[in-house]
């Protein structure tokens, strides 16, 4: 670890102490608005022990400028310190303040070869970021409305001025857009939201998705080096979505961001409308090309679309995107499955010049255990597109799937924890409807009662360090009252006369060694077996690529496990003409890694479509 010196400065400290970490951010933000910046602005100083708990005490040290107490201890105040004293009078030792030239023997210690830019910008680290508003989990259950609610702008300036601008930028590093993340925050600690706007598009086709459902701290957030020195890492998904969410509001999606070339002439067909084809679609597009998507489904967006809550991703976002490149002229025939309603070999003769199959993984796989076909047993596939699909989640409840008493998800992925979050919306829904049809005030839980609502539980074999879903969705689901049964694994289902689910006989699991990947590997203890009362089972056990696509590319014989092969460096198939990416050749993956798979066959289609003699 080398040690960066920094310039000592003689200096007059005023520290703000605050209750709520989170307002820092904001007094940070709010003293950079009167030009109170750069040098001036030191760090939060976390007590002993380093933690967020109640004796935690979060401090803001500020270098006053000659002749500015006042306004600075005012500005401390209105932002919410609780206290404005200079450091002595707060018992603190000034050693414990990194800032710079408050202390003799001040070392700032970051990683060998990171140097602070050359500017009279100063290292100003903040520990802990700025918290993002959230619905409070009580009131969560009760519609399917979008849980994170983002920040204001404030709020994000006030996050992003966190961002060290590391010159190595570990953060783009980790992203696998590879997006220009110190760029974009410092456009938006600037104020420039525009700008900030403009350098993620250059390498995001969907920021406001990307910033919503990717899965940061395994990408971006978890290279950053705030988070690296035992930090809060920069919260880099939020300001995206930020930004974003900005460009919708302002409109600006195609007027000013996007300017169209002339015609080529050449034809694209893109078959599924997740999130690969939708990337490639708007490049090629935007190059010229005519673009037709092809999805099977009656509404566009692919997984985007079905896959994913609403709650977490509101269709709105999606929708927005459909619209922006339907605004750029790519056509979406929708209801239209390749392979079925029309051949592969159709659309390469009917005068399309390429051919990209990016339709993802959508075939559930299954348990193979007895019992499985009893009624009351779902796939997430169906579970999750039903709810969306027949719009259940904005109550309308048609088609959507039945829960009852006790419903099991089996599994331990982002899939696994959106059907449990799911599965409790949907059986409140039922009691307010309860509610507002018998028109009392009846008490929620004995309404609840009464419908026989017991509980949502998440049955994985593994434990929970193994579980695969983001921690923020594990966290999530736990707070809105999932129950978890960890090391468990079915072995039947148990059905009723009726031929309906009534139970599920599970055996308790140990972990041995590791497998491959380095992942222990669970082994079932003899005499564990035990029975679970279930009227609802979903198995949440993950995707693979409908096989029917692969074999219309490779023959009857290609396609291991329905992936389709390509060059990885152009997304080439070896059929003649045909590209594909995404689910469809790793498996179930990333949203991101799809739409970068969309992005990279786009560029070797425009130049092959191109070359073609018309
Ligand atoms: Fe450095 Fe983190 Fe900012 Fe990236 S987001 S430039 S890693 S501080």
């Given at each position: 670890m080398a040690v960066i010196e920094v310039a000592r400065k003689p200096a007059r400290i005023l520290v703000g102490e605050f209750r709520n970490p989170s307002a820092i951010g904001v007094a940070r933000a709010a003293l950079e608005a009167c030009g109170i910046d750069g040098d001036f602005i030191g760090a939060i100083v976390r007590n002993?022990?380093?933690?967020?708990?109640?004796?935690?005490?979060?401090?803001?040290?500020?270098?006053?400028?000659?002749?500015?107490?006042?306004?600075?201890?005012?500005?401390?105040?209105?932002?919410?310190?609780?206290?404005?004293?200079?450091?002595?009078?707060?018992?603190?030792?000034?050693?414990?303040?990194?800032?710079?030239?408050?202390?003799?023997?001040?070392?700032?210690?970051?990683?060998?070869?990171?140097?602070?830019?050359?500017?009279?910008?100063?290292?100003?680290?903040?520990?802990?970021?700025?918290?993002?508003?959230?619905?409070?989990?009580?009131?969560?259950?009760?519609?399917?409305?979008?849980?994170?609610?983002?920040?204001?702008?404030?709020?994000?300036?006030?996050?992003?001025?966190?961002?060290?601008?590391?010159?190595?930028?570990?953060?783009?590093?980790?992203?696998?857009?590879?997006?220009?993340?110190?760029?974009?925050?410092?456009?938006?600690?600037?104020?420039?939201?525009?700008?900030?706007?403009?350098?993620?598009?250059?390498?995001?086709?969907?920021?406001?998705?990307?910033?919503?459902?990717?899965?940061?701290?395994?990408?971006?957030?978890?290279?950053?080096?705030?988070?690296?020195?035992?930090?809060?890492?920069?919260?880099?998904?939020?300001?995206?979505?930020?930004?974003?969410?900005?460009?919708?509001?302002?409109?600006?999606?195609?007027?000013?961001?996007?300017?169209?070339?002339?015609?080529?002439?050449?034809?694209?067909?893109?078959?599924?409308?997740?999130?690969?084809?939708?990337?490639?679609?708007?490049?090629?597009?935007?190059?010229?090309?005519?673009?037709?998507?092809?999805?099977?489904?009656?509404?566009?967006?692919?997984?985007?679309?079905?896959?994913?809550?609403?709650?977490?991703?509101?269709?709105?976002?999606?929708?927005?995107?459909?619209?922006?490149?339907?605004?750029?002229?790519?056509?979406?025939?929708?209801?239209?499955?390749?392979?079925?309603?029309?051949?592969?070999?159709?659309?390469?003769?009917?005068?399309?010049?390429?051919?990209?199959?990016?339709?993802?993984?959508?075939?559930?796989?299954?348990?193979?255990?007895?019992?499985?076909?009893?009624?009351?047993?779902?796939?997430?596939?169906?579970?999750?597109?039903?709810?969306?699909?027949?719009?259940?989640?904005?109550?309308?409840?048609?088609?959507?799937?039945?829960?009852g008493q006790r419903l099991i998800v089996i599994g331990g992925g982002n899939t696994a924890m959106d059907v449990a979050q799911t599965a409790l919306r949907l059986n409140f829904s039922a009691v307010r409807q309860a509610q507002q049809q018998e028109h009392t005030t009846i008490d929620v839980a004995e309404t609840a009662l009464r419908l026989g609502f017991r509980e949502v539980t998440v049955v994985y074999r593994r434990s929970e360090a193994e579980m695969p879903a983001r921690r923020e969705e594990i966290e999530g689901a736990k707070e809105e009252g999932t129950r978890f049964k960890f090391l468990t694994a079915p072995l039947r289902f148990i059905g009723n006369d009726q031929g309906r689910l009534a139970a599920m006989e599970c055996v308790e699991m140990e972990l041995g060694r590791p497998d491959a990947r380095g992942r222990r590997q669970p082994v079932a203890k003899p005499g564990t077996e035990l029975i679970l009362e279930a009227d609802t089972v979903v198995l949440a056990l993950g995707y693979r690529p409908d096989p029917m696509l692969a074999k219309l590319v490779a023959g009857e014989h290609g396609g291991r496990a329905g992936l389709i092969a390509i060059d990885k460096q152009t997304g080439r198939t070896n059929r003649q003409g045909v590209w594909a990416g995404g689910d469809m050749v790793t498996g179930a993956d990333t949203v991101v890694r799809a739409m970068v798979a969309g992005q990279r066959a786009a560029r070797d289609v425009d130049a092959y479509v191109r070359g073609l003699a018309v």
């Open positions: 002993s022990k380093g933690g967020e708990d109640a004796h935690s005490r979060s401090m803001l040290s500020v270098l006053v400028p000659r002749g500015r107490q006042d306004e600075i201890e005012v500005v401390l105040k209105e932002s919410g310190a609780i206290r404005v004293a200079e450091p002595e009078r707060l018992g603190l030792d000034l050693r414990q303040i990194p800032h710079p030239g408050i202390s003799e023997d001040l070392e700032l210690k970051l990683p060998s070869g990171r140097e602070f830019p050359a500017s009279s910008w100063a290292p100003a680290i903040s520990g802990y970021r700025v918290r993002p508003r959230v619905l409070d989990e009580r009131d969560r259950i009760w519609s399917f409305d979008e849980v994170e609610l983002g920040y204001s702008s404030q709020e994000a300036l006030a996050e992003a001025s966190r961002c060290l601008r590391c010159p190595d930028s570990p953060c783009s590093q980790g992203c696998p857009a590879h997006n220009d993340i110190p760029g974009f925050v410092r456009a938006l600690r600037e104020g420039d939201f525009h700008r900030g706007i403009t350098l993620l598009r250059r390498t995001t086709s969907f920021p406001a998705i990307c910033g919503r459902v990717c899965d940061k701290a395994r990408q971006c957030e978890g290279s950053c080096v705030l988070g690296k020195e035992g930090g809060d890492a920069v919260a880099i998904g939020l300001l995206e979505r930020f930004l974003a969410d900005w460009e919708l509001r302002e409109g600006l999606r195609r007027s000013q961001l996007v300017s169209m070339p002339p015609p080529t002439g050449r034809k694209v067909a893109v078959v599924g409308s997740g999130p690969s084809g939708l990337a490639l679609a708007g490049d090629l597009v935007s190059r010229g090309h005519e673009v037709t998507i092809f999805e099977a489904l009656p509404i566009p967006g692919g997984a985007l679309a079905w896959g994913i809550p609403a709650f977490r991703l509101p269709p709105a976002i999606v929708q927005a995107e459909v619209e922006r490149l339907a605004g750029l002229g790519v056509v979406f025939k929708l209801g239209t499955k390749v392979g079925v309603d029309v051949a592969l070999d159709e659309l390469l003769a009917g005068g399309h010049h390429a051919v990209f199959i990016g339709a993802g993984a959508v075939v559930p796989t299954t348990l193979g255990i007895p019992g499985e076909e009893l009624e009351g047993i779902y796939t997430a596939t169906e579970f999750l597109s039903r709810t969306k699909l027949s719009n259940s989640y904005r109550m309308r409840d048609y088609q959507s799937p039945l829960v």
